[in-house]
């Protein structure tokens, strides 16, 4: 389950072995070697096994639990609104997001969900109305 996972979360990103190799070497211990793009294929085909050190910068890289890298769980749930105020850099269609921005997005979703109790039945509303046909001719 782990190599399918990192494959899938790599690719997930659209990066290269060796820009994955690249991020996790940024902050090497005293006695930490730097991984390669080679060792990180082998990971994903099954033929080696990281270590835990290894396997947890993995997981902080992608933003996901062990136990979700690992197989241990099949989803790896993660509160949207902790993800506007964490550190991570956000961006919407290559558009880096500002603080601003972020809070902004927060404020909009927020609005959504609460008053969302409160509209008349939207299964109704929106099932009644017709589909745009957006195909060229």
Do not use: C
Request: proline share 3%.
């Amino acid at each position: 389950m782990f190599p399918e996972r990192l494959r899938a979360l790599r690719k997930g990103q659209k990066i290269t072995l060796k820009e994955l190799a690249n991020h996790l070497n940024e902050n090497l211990g005293p006695n930490e070697k730097p991984n390669t793009a080679s060792q990180i294929g082998n990971w994903e085909r099954g033929i080696r096994t990281p270590s835990y050190v290894e396997a947890r910068k993995l997981a902080e890289f992608f933003d996901v639990s062990l136990d979700y890298l690992t197989g241990k769980t099949d989803r790896d749930d993660f509160d949207l609104g902790k993800l506007f105020f964490s550190s991570k850099n956000l961006s919407f269609n290559q558009t880096t997001l500002s603080n601003e921005d972020r809070y902004e997005i927060f404020q909009l979703i927020d609005g959504y969900l609460k008053g969302k109790n409160n509209r008349r039945d939207t299964d109704k509303f929106y099932g009644k109305q017709e589909q745009l046909n957006l195909k060229l001719k």
